[in-house]
């Protein structure tokens, strides 16, 4: 079956500009996470969803970024007012409630603020 | 920060040769993760071992978790070009999030 994907997969935008990033995650997961990877901090988680519970966004690295999740399924990631130091990968990943927990992860979306 | 350690943080072995990567946490976990990260995007799951389990294997990978020392190691068998790539080990404590805290990764690379 389709894995999660994510869009666009490359983004570049000025310095102050807002983003929005797109995950669709794997049919029928209802945990959706967002992390991201850059050189300076590795692999950071930033916000999870799970069902109809309230999101745990105790990574988000500040109020420039939020997120939401449609109908429980698509999720966007916005930040608002871009800063160079948001220049990362942002990945997706999803589950199903229960089971292993292995995370099933998208290809990523690379933004490059300049 | 929770993050884990990886070490070496390289590696290069000849195709046929044996690779270890090691991982060490910081506090105590409800499994381990391995993940593998080609070209820079996206992860694919190798492995996963409770903290209840001390060993486990998939294929050529092999797996072991020592919780008394918080530390996992990898080992691939028989490597082939193919497993060139980056490898985190990931550890997840469970309760409501059950969020991934990824160590810093380790860069193989296997020679043909």
């Known amino acids: 079956g389709a894995g999660v994907s994510q869009s666009p997969s490359n983004k570049v935008t000025e310095k102050g500009k807002d983003v929005e990033l797109r995950c669709d995650p794997i049919s029928g997961h209802t945990a959706l996470y967002w992390y991201r990877q850059s050189l300076g901090q590795g692999l950071e988680f930033l916000i999870y969803f799970q069902g109809n519970s309230a999101p745990d966004k105790s990574g988000l690295p500040s109020d420039r970024f939020s997120a939401e999740r449609t109908g429980g399924s698509v999720s966007t990631l916005t930040i608002q007012r871009t800063q160079q130091e948001d220049s990362a990968v942002y990945l997706c990943a999803s589950h199903p409630t229960g089971g292993s927990y292995e995370q099933y992860f998208g290809p990523g979306t690379r933004l490059t603020v300049t | 920060s929770q993050q884990g350690e990886e070490d070496p943080q390289a590696l290069s072995i000849q195709e046929g040769e044996n690779a270890t990567m090691n991982c060490s946490y910081k506090?105590?976990?409800?499994?381990l993760q391995w993940y593998r990260q080609n070209s820079g995007r996206g992860l694919v799951h190798l492995i996963l071992?409770?903290?209840?389990?001390r060993e486990k294997h998939s294929g050529r990978l092999r797996v072991t978790l020592d919780t008394s020392k918080k530390s996992s190691s990898l080992l691939i068998t028989a490597s082939r070009a193919a497993d060139t790539a980056s490898y985190f080990c990931?550890?997840?404590?469970?309760?409501?999030?059950?969020?991934?805290?990824f160590g810093t990764g380790t860069l193989l690379a296997v020679q043909p």
């Open positions: 990931a550890t997840a404590y469970g309760g409501a999030t059950n969020k991934l805290i």
């Open positions: 071992i409770r903290s209840n389990e």
């Open positions: 506090t105590s976990i409800n499994n």
